[in-house]
Structure formats: structure tokens, C-alpha cells
């Protein structure tokens, strides 16, 4: 699923969002959750249960109103091989929905060992001569800190397969600043590593105007993300941070280019657990909260001149 | 199991070496493999039992001769969820082994998403009150690109249930340069890096004298690894790079320490698959190759004057 397709998916539904998909099964509803921790006691079974009808309601809750969604495979894993049984399935499930599935894993390593990930999450494995996927995603987040040889083997993936990834380049976090904000000869590491991911997007732009090859700018930098915007033009930013994390509409509009795109937002506590605020419905609650995120984000897209729509 | 012990096994197996268990289905010997193709065809589910039994032959062959061994997970992941529990299989039998488990994870995220990765591979994970152990092992590789807020998750856990970690500082591959080597007011990112390392190091070192928050130093740039030695003297360096990547006994010295210690070396395919090119059975393979490798690393050290048996 190309870069297209998201493109045309975020004018489409006019809203440049993604859903972050971070199940904590203290936060997961009572009325989801109850009845496998009756039928299967306190284990990783009634976990993995919970988690899948809990994605699957708010992707059914939200599918028509956003173009993605984004599992963070870190709260799958720490429920072991039932939480990567749903994490497959979430995954799985927004695919049929016709959602760009964006896998947020963050891995990256050696050449031989990233080639390995991306086999496992955006290109195939092969037994024997029979190709196989391991698990099932439209693009991947990546950690640049080994350098070209472990982009290279996704970037390899990403065109045989038509994926995409989003590099690491400015991060949500305060402690972002410490190796992210050095300065060499006068210029930020993230500015450096934005050069890189420009070096690879210039190679692979699409019709849209855009590289599958992206950014992630985190939400609550709005300063760097004006420079970051410079330095990648043909770049799609992933953006961290807003809600949960503290930014806003304002905040995020540097993220996009004069035309309006070029930037997709995340949110995921503050939508998949927004029925703990509101009291309705976790379902209602979430599709809800992504339409006051989309008006929120779109009324300031207008206000700087960046309407896509 | 803390750093006290692993460095215990080194001193009594005369033995500064892990073995990387990363497995490719299509170099597992045939006599391995065969009997489960025939019988599950080209599915996940063959590879799953190969890689179990192939990784227990190895465990078996070498668990009396090294300390620890080092799964890299993205050669289960790859696998899926059958390769995965495979992968828990192997962290179990390594245990049971009495081996240190290094998990060569390399995760990194935001503190909220680093401590889920945290509980999911040292920690527990927390369902309803009670507390399981989603996957286990006794210290896991870790990516600084972040910062502090990442790292700190995998201290606190490291502290409750003595464990360990490796934070990535200078990796073994060619393009590690284009970030690591960028210079700073004069200094490399990863002399920085390993600033950032030291100084959780020095809040907890341990009886030995060292540790359980490491470094990753490659064994392919000497130099690098002897400045990094000043700038983190309690740090156990995980040394990645000897073997199939090139690098010698002598190549490695600079990574212990005057008192021989300081520093595990790792190789994987070098020994996991050394039958390809002596013709051996795998076990015996791999059982000569690790005597091989030992010899060649304490004969380094002795003529380094690093003895430290």
C-alpha cells in the first residue's frame, strides 16, 4: 500500500490522523475486559482477548474517519506471544479495513539483522521457497543510530513490496535533546539525520509528490519541525505528541508543507482512552475525540493557509 | 542474575564469550530440519521446531565452555509468532543451562513505551495484580537515540530484579560512522554516548567491580574501543564484530580491561554454523569453534598482559 493511497486516504477522509493503538489492559474497559478475566483468571489469555476486541471496536469506532492506524509494538510484547497473537490480529483487522497500518517498532541494527525486521514486518520470509508473512504492516518506524547499511535493507523492502518507513529524526521526549540536539559544525544530529532521509526520498518519490520513505517529527518541537520541514520537502512527517503528550493544532502546523500535507498526527491515549474523561462509551468516546482532533488540526491548517481539502 | 555472576562464569569457564543464537533456517543442517518440513510442510511451524531443536543442540554443545549466550530476536521475529516461541524457548533452555541471557533486542523509545519493553523482556508484566514474566532473559541491548528518559525505564527495572543492559555505543558495522563518528565541540557522538553510559555506571556498580549497565563496543575498530575504555572503566563491554565480521584476538584486547576483564565477545554465525566448513556434526562444530575462539581471545589477553585467570 503505497505512499499514494495514504495520500489520497488523508484528502479523502480530510483528516491527516493516525490512531495509536497502545492497549494497557489497566485502562481497557471493564465491560471489555471482565468477562475473560472470569473465563481465563489473570493470565496473558484473557490479556490477549481483551486487546483484540478492544482494537477491533475502536477501529470499527473510527475506520471511516482516519486513514491509519498505529500499533506500538512495545504493548503487545510486554504481554508476551499472546500480545504479539494480538498485535497480528490488530493489525490484520485494520488491513481489512482498508487502514495503512503503520507499525511502530523502532528497530533497526546491523545490515544483516535489520534485513531480518524488515522481512518480519514489511517484506516476506522464506521457508524452504515459500514466502511467507510473519506479521502484516504498511510501513515501519526506524532507528537511524547504525546509519545507511540499516536503512538500506528496509529501503530494499520498501520498493520490491511498495511499504514505506518513517525514520527517527526529531523525537516527542524531553530527553530528545541530549544525543538529538548536538551540534556538529554548527548543525543539529536531527538536522543530519534529516539530511539523510532526504538523501533517500529524493531517490523514491511518488507520483503524489511524496517519498514512502519519512520522517518522525515529534509534535512538541514546533520550532525544529519548521527547520525539519526545509530540510525534507518530499518527506512525510509521522508527528508524535499531540494530546497525551501536550501539543496542539498550533503546534503541529509547521509539520506540513504549504499544500497542506506532507505531515500525518498521532494520538493514541488521548483517543483510544478518552471514554475515561467523557464517561460515554469507549467507542463513542474515541470516534469523538478523533473528530474534535481532526476539526482542531484542520481549523489550524486553515488559519496558517495550509488547506489540503 | 546480576553482573556479579556473569562475570563469576567468566573468571571459573576461563571464557569471555557469548554465542549469538541467530538462527537461518536455510543454514540449520538438514538432519535438523528435514524430519520437520516432512512432516509440517513449509510452515512457520517447522521452522519453530527446527530452530528449538538446532538451538538446544547448540546450548548443550557449549554451555559447559561460555557464560552466556546472545539470542538476536530479529532472526525469531522474522519467524512470527512461531519463531518468537522459539525464541522463548531458547531463553528458558539457556536458563535452565545455568547461562547469562543476553536478549539482543536493541529496543528504544519513549519512556512510557521503553518501560513496556522493559517489563516485556527483564521486568514483569502486570495483569489484574498478578505479575508474569512475559519473555525471559537477564539483560537486553539497548539504543540510546533517545536519551536518558528512555534508558532510565531499563535502570529502574535492572535495580529491581537484577538484570542488565548494553546500551548501543559504538556498533560493529561499516556505516556506524555517518552518526557515531560525528564530532561534537571535538568530541565523537560516541565518546558522548559513552559519557551518558558512565554515568549510570557509576551509580551502580556492583561487587565485582563493575556494572549491569553495559556498553556495546564493536571488536572492527580497535581504537575506538580503547578510547571508549578510559571514558567508561565500570562498564562491561558486549563486543560484537569477531568472527564472521572480520575481527581477531588481537583486534579485542583494547576492549578489557589491565585486569583482563571489562569486556564479552561475541560471535554467531562462526560458531552456530561453523559444520558448513569443517564438515563436522554441528555440535562438535560449534564446541571446536568456541575452544578456537577462546584460545585465540586468552592467548591475546596473555600476550597483552590482561590475564585474568
Redesign the interface.
Known amino acids: 500500500m503505497s505512499i499514494n493511497y495514504l495520500v489520497e486516504q488523508i484528502k479523502v477522509k480530510k483528516s491527516p490522523i493516525v490512531v495509536g493503538l497502545?492497549p494497557r489492559?489497566?485502562q481497557i474497559p471493564a465491560e471489555v475486559k471482565d468477562k475473560y478475566?472470569a473465563e481465563y483468571?489473570?493470565?496473558?489469555e484473557?490479556?490477549m482477548h481483551a486487546l483484540i476486541e478492544f482494537n477491533r471496536g475502536i477501529i470499527d469506532a473510527v475506520s471511516d474517519l482516519v486513514p491509519a492506524v498505529k500499533p506500538?509494538i512495545?504493548?503487545y510484547?510486554?504481554?508476551?506471544?499472546e500480545?504479539?497473537?494480538a498485535y497480528?490480529d490488530t493489525c490484520n483487522y485494520a488491513k481489512e479495513k482498508g487502514l495503512h497500518v503503520i507499525a511502530d517498532i523502532?528497530?533497526?541494527?546491523?545490515?544483516s539483522?535489520?534485513k531480518?525486521?524488515s522481512?518480519?514486518?514489511i517484506g516476506q520470509?522464506?521457508?524452504?521457497?515459500?514466502k511467507?508473512s510473519?506479521?502484516f504492516s504498511d510501513s515501519v518506524t526506524v532507528?537511524?543510530?547504525?546509519?545507511?547499511?540499516?536503512l538500506k535493507e528496509f529501503v530494499d523492502d520498501i520498493k520490491t513490496f511498495d511499504k514505506g518507513m518513517w525514520v527517527?529524526v526529531k523525537?516527542?521526549?524531553?530527553?530528545?535533546?541530549?544525543?538529538?540536539n548536538?551540534?556538529?559544525d554548527g548543525e543539529t544530529?536531527y538536522k543530519?539525520?534529516g539530511e539523510?532521509v532526504n538523501n533517500w526520498c529524493e531517490q523514491t518519490i511518488q507520483s503524489c509528490g511524496y517519498s514512502p520513505i519519512g520522517a518522525v517529527v515529534g509534535a512538541t518541537f514546533p520550532e525544529e519541525a519548521d527547520l525539519l520541514r526545509a530540510v525534507m520537502p518530499h518527506a512525510y512527517f509521522l508527528v508524535?505528541g499531540y494530546g497525551a503528550q501536550g501539543a496542539s493544532g498550533k503546534d503541529i502546523v509547521n509539520c506540513f508543507n504549504e499544500d497542506g500535507l506532507g505531515a500525518i498526527v498521532n494520538s493514541s491515549r488521548g483517543i483510544t482512552f478518552a471514554y475515561e474523561k467523557t464517561g460515554e462509551d469507549y467507542k463513542t468516546a474515541a470516534r469523538n475525540a478523533v473528530i474534535e482532533m481532526r476539526d482542531d488540526i484542520n481549523g489550524a491548517l486553515i488559519s496558517a493557509g495550509k488547506k489540503y481539502f
Do not use: M, W
Open positions: 497502545d489492559i489497566e478475566f483468571g489473570n493470565t496473558l484473557a490479556v506500538q512495545a504493548f510484547e510486554k504481554y508476551g506471544i500480545g504479539l497473537l497480528k523502532k528497530r533497526g541494527d546491523i545490515g539483522t535489520s531480518a525486521y522481512e518480519a514486518h520470509t522464506d521457508i524452504n521457497g515459500t511467507v510473519a506479521f532507528n537511524p543510530y547504525l546509519g545507511d547499511d540499516c527517527l523525537t516527542s521526549n524531553k530527553s530528545s535533546e541530549q544525543l538529538q548536538l551540534k556538529v544530529i543530519k539525520v539523510l508524535p
